[in-house]
């Protein structure tokens, strides 16, 4: 048996030898060319990616689209090695053009590559045709798109040109990111235009927050220059009306004050105070037309995904119970840390949540969103029935029906009440997607509140005392953060920037109005009721014995409840 086997082994393997070889001689052009191809662009040879092509056109090999598009991949990637880019750009032509006479219709991927060798020719004329073909042959844009023809003329100091692909990319419904708004405000601040920097300034500030060390530069060398100094209004009572309307933290309204700038890297305290100019940085909030934007988004996304009538009832529910400063998503609280062998669903954990919120809010039971079926189990067992039994007569808990998904309604609820949302949830579900991330990032840093029980012990983690996001503020100065590598957030490296001739450094700065304290640690010496904070106005820091941040807010006034 032994020696049979041994025989037959060397056989097989002979065999599968001569089926290999037969397979390889049977390979068809096109399916070599295909081949050598990918092997090319896997180890992005692009003189052998040539040889191959002009193999596979004398010998009249079919090539579509997709073998189009892996050479003018090649090619655009490598004009930025100086040795390749002569030919890069030869034979990227070359083959667009033939690519052309064969009556292949381009795509984006196409028009974006070709894009990308006209501009690395220095023609970002031709580069912005090719992006707005893009939509002739049935393709969307995207910001790749258009990236040749925009950062081709900010290269080329052309702001005017620049400006009409930003017009032409909003126009596609496409967004723009830091590396594109950083070289509109750059190729803004060397022409001077200081509306056009101003109003990049913001354009970071609202989609970007934390800036890059690149952009930080840009930033420091417009202020260094003396082009800002003389440029900036007196109206200060706009000013004062556009912080208040904005929720805090910037205006809107246009440069302020005159004189030149002063430049500093510092770093801002944990209770959100400027080191380098001592001004008291802001929590700052979407403002209220944001707000109820987002509301009617979140209730439309989910009115197409739950059940209508359940989520209609819920609405109609909210607006006569519109009374609540906080919502806690009940079984995120109740499963924390529970994956364990014994480990399920802890009404002790949820219940210690929701008593430390009404414990610190003035004795105002918060809101408990639990999905019924979780109810049902709690009711089954006795210790736990008195709980929700509790919360149930203090009109502390909606249940959510069989079905449905309650992340819907707890994150309604807080936008709509604009509270307080207790949850871990970071919110990154493709649910949350759908609703975008333009201002969702800046709702949640005003709005969640995260959790953690050590040994037992609950710790509520407030919001911050203030925004890591560009501000901008009644006096003028501006504050922009750097994205942070660290851990600590102390180590961030903040820009400050003021007026030579502010009063800034010496000024308490107020961006909203008047707020009654709420210390979350404290309230056992507190005088009178203290209220929740319910994400508007603006968060004052303060700091306890224990060196803990608590926070002050104020309620905005609701109409009653119908």
């Keep these: 048996m032994v020696q049979n086997l041994n025989t037959k082994i060397p056989n097989q393997i002979a065999s599968m030898d001569n089926n290999s070889k037969k397979k390889r001689k049977a390979q068809t052009p096109e399916a070599k060319f295909q081949f050598e191809l990918n092997s090319c662009s896997k180890s992005k040879d692009l003189s052998a990616a040539i040889s191959v092509y002009?193999?596979?056109?004398?010998?009249?090999?079919?090539?579509?689209?997709?073998?189009?598009?892996?050479?003018?991949?090649?090619?655009?990637?490598?004009?930025?090695?100086?040795?390749?880019?002569?030919?890069?750009?030869?034979?990227?032509?070359?083959?667009?053009?033939?690519?052309?006479?064969?009556?292949?219709?381009?795509?984006?991927?196409?028009?974006?590559?070709?894009?990308?060798?006209?501009?690395?020719?220095?023609?970002?004329?031709?580069?912005?045709?090719?992006?707005?073909?893009?939509?002739?042959?049935?393709?969307?844009?995207?910001?790749?798109?258009?990236?040749?023809?925009?950062?081709?003329?900010?290269?080329?100091?052309?702001?005017?040109?620049?400006?009409?692909?930003?017009?032409?990319?909003?126009?596609?419904?496409?967004?723009?990111?830091?590396?594109?708004?950083?070289?509109?405000?750059?190729?803004?601040?060397?022409?001077?235009?200081?509306?056009?920097?101003?109003?990049?300034?913001?354009?970071?500030?609202?989609?970007?927050?934390?800036?890059?060390?690149?952009?930080?530069?840009?930033?420091?060398?417009?202020?260094?220059?003396?082009?800002?100094?003389?440029?900036?209004?007196?109206?200060?009572?706009?000013?004062?009306?556009?912080?208040?309307?904005?929720?805090?933290?910037?205006?809107?309204?246009?440069?302020?004050?005159?004189?030149?700038?002063?430049?500093?890297?510092?770093?801002?305290?944990?209770?959100?105070?400027?080191?380098?100019?001592?001004?008291?940085?802001?929590?700052?909030?979407?403002?209220?037309?944001?707000?109820?934007?987002?509301?009617?988004?979140?209730?439309?996304?989910?009115?197409?995904?739950?059940?209508?009538?359940?989520?209609?009832?819920?609405?109609?529910?909210?607006?006569?119970?519109?009374?609540?400063?906080?919502?806690?998503?009940?079984?995120?609280?109740?499963?924390?840390?529970?994956?364990?062998?014994?480990?399920?669903?802890?009404?002790?954990?949820?219940?210690?949540?929701?008593?430390?919120?009404?414990?610190?809010?003035?004795?105002?039971?918060?809101?408990v969103i639990l999905h019924n079926k979780r109810m049902r189990g709690l009711m089954d067992n006795p210790s736990s029935r008195r709980v929700v039994e509790e919360w149930m007569n203090n009109g502390a808990l909606y249940t959510t029906p069989t079905g449905s998904n309650d992340d819907w309604y707890w994150l309604y609820a807080a936008v709509k009440l604009r509270c307080l949302l207790v949850t871990n949830d970071e919110m990154r579900d493709h649910i949350f997607e759908l609703i975008g991330s333009n201002f969702f990032n800046q709702w949640k840093e005003r709005h969640q509140v995260h959790y953690t029980f050590v040994k037992g012990n609950l710790k509520l983690q407030m919001p911050p005392p203030y925004s890591l996001v560009i501000q901008e503020s009644e006096k003028g100065s501006w504050h922009v953060p750097l994205a942070l590598h660290t851990g600590d957030e102390t180590s961030r490296t903040w820009l400050c920037i003021t007026r030579h001739s502010s009063q800034d450094a010496e000024a308490n700065v107020c961006n909203s109005v008047d707020t009654p304290n709420f210390n979350h640690h404290n309230t056992k010496d507190a005088e009178g009721p203290q209220e929740f904070s319910n994400g508007v106005g603006i968060m004052d820091s303060q700091v306890d014995e224990n060196n803990t941040t608590s926070l002050t807010g104020k309620r905005k006034e609701r109409s009653p409840p119908l």
């Excluded at 020719?121 to 002739?136: I, M, S, Y």
């Excluded at 440069?255 to 001004?279: P, Y």
């Excluded at 989910?302 to 209508?308: G, M, P, S």
């Design 54 to 367: 002009d193999d596979a056109v004398s010998t009249n090999t079919r090539i579509n689209q997709h073998h189009f598009n892996a050479l003018l991949y090649l090619c655009s990637n490598s004009v930025n090695n100086v040795s390749l880019k002569d030919t890069a750009l030869h034979h990227g032509f070359r083959i667009f053009d033939h690519m052309t006479s064969l009556g292949i219709n381009p795509n984006e991927a196409t028009l974006t590559a070709v894009a990308r060798l006209a501009a690395a020719k220095g023609n970002a004329d031709r580069a912005f045709e090719l992006a707005k073909a893009v939509q002739n042959y049935g393709s969307a844009p995207r910001l790749r798109t258009f990236d040749p023809a925009l950062f081709g003329f900010c290269e080329l100091g052309n702001s005017g040109k620049a400006y009409e692909v930003e017009e032409h990319v909003n126009g596609s419904g496409v967004t723009l990111e830091e590396p594109q708004l950083t070289a509109l405000l750059k190729v803004s601040a060397k022409n001077g235009n200081a509306d056009k920097v101003y109003e990049y300034l913001h354009k970071l500030r609202s989609s970007v927050r934390c800036v890059s060390e690149t952009t930080a530069s840009v930033i420091e060398e417009w202020f260094h220059s003396g082009k800002g100094s003389e440029v900036g209004l007196e109206d200060l009572a706009r000013v004062k009306e556009g912080i208040l309307r904005n929720g805090g933290g910037w205006h809107g309204q246009g440069w302020v004050g005159k004189g030149d700038w002063l430049v500093r890297r510092t770093n801002v305290s944990a209770e959100g105070r400027c080191c380098g100019c001592s001004q008291q940085l802001v929590c700052v909030d979407i403002d209220d037309e944001e707000t109820d934007k987002f509301a009617r988004s979140v209730a439309n996304l989910a009115l197409e995904r739950e059940v209508k009538a359940n989520f209609s009832e819920f609405q109609g529910w909210l607006d006569k119970h519109a009374c609540y400063d906080a919502i806690v998503d009940g079984a995120n609280v109740g499963l924390y840390q529970q994956n364990f062998a014994d480990g399920g669903f802890s009404i002790s954990q949820l219940d210690d949540v929701v008593k430390e919120l009404y414990n610190c809010s003035g004795k105002k039971w918060p809101l």
